[in-house]
């Protein structure tokens, strides 16, 4: 028996909308721990993973760990016809079956759904314990205004790190520019930048996977970006007491420097 109720259902709304365009079928590691999840795109370029601790739902029981195939698309449907202020309660007891139920109480309305699940093959991905060299802390909508206007510019953005600044820019046959955001430590979430970094770090990464990513942006204030020339990207929204919602991506040969 599995059974896990959170009273704030809007947040696993967006957080299915954030990776519906990413990939299309998930597994649902379910555990006493909680609810895990790990996707590749198609084309192997990003990956997705997803934790949320048993402590941040109002109610959650797992008598025993169990795989949940689940068809994207369809379980976005489903979490359409909750409302912003209902709350969601996820069950599932012979594993053939998730039931999804919306509750308000305050207008007296429910509703509940079975979503079939599937088997997926997949292969879990061990991800290492990286220790990465730079680490920016950011407004989340500011990056996602960042990747979305240099998209309309070029297909790929470089992305430069240095201990007082972080540059995003692009470069084609005819435009050549970006963003500079410089490190401050201002009390205002969307103007603040934090920069922690070991040396410079300068990447290219293509702004339509980045774009995907972004659409996380309404989970939180701000973003974490972890940089290092040796591994993939990895951006970083923390769900206050419920998990961490993680992308990786990894970075495209350049010649950063005929780029600049």
Request: with cysteine; hydrophobic share 35%; net charge negative.
């Amino acid at each position: 028996m599995f059974h896990a109720k959170l009273n704030e259902g809007l947040l696993i709304k967006k957080l299915i909308d954030s990776i519906k365009d990413l990939v299309s079928d998930i597994n649902l590691e379910i555990s006493a721990m909680g609810i895990s999840l790990q996707a590749m795109d198609s084309s192997h370029v990003a990956l997705v993973t997803l934790n949320l601790s048993s402590e941040g739902f109002e109610e959650y029981r797992c008598d025993k760990s169990m795989t949940l195939g689940v068809s994207i698309t369809n379980l976005a449907k489903v979490l359409r016809c909750g409302g912003n202020d209902d709350s969601l309660t996820l069950s599932c007891e012979d594993e053939s079956k998730l039931k999804i139920k919306f509750e308000n109480i305050k207008s007296k309305k429910s509703c509940e759904f079975d979503l079939s699940l599937i088997t997926i093959d997949t292969e879990h991905l061990g991800i290492p314990d990286t220790k990465y060299s730079s680490l920016i802390t950011l407004s989340s909508s500011e990056f996602s205004k960042i990747c979305k206007e240099l998209y309309a510019i070029n297909e790929t953005v470089n992305i430069e790190v240095d201990k007082k600044f972080i540059k995003f820019y692009v470069n084609n046959e005819t435009i050549g520019g970006g963003f500079t955001l410089e490190s401050n430590d201002s009390d205002d979430t969307e103007l603040q930048c934090k920069i922690e970094t070991d040396e410079t770090v300068n990447l290219a990464f293509a702004l339509r996977y980045l774009n995907m990513f972004t659409k996380a942006s309404s989970i939180g204030q701000q973003v974490n970006l972890f940089l290092s020339k040796e591994f993939p990207l990895m951006v970083q929204y923390k769900l206050a007491e419920l998990g961490v919602l993680k992308f990786y991506l990894a970075p495209r040969i350049s010649d950063n420097e005929d780029n600049k």
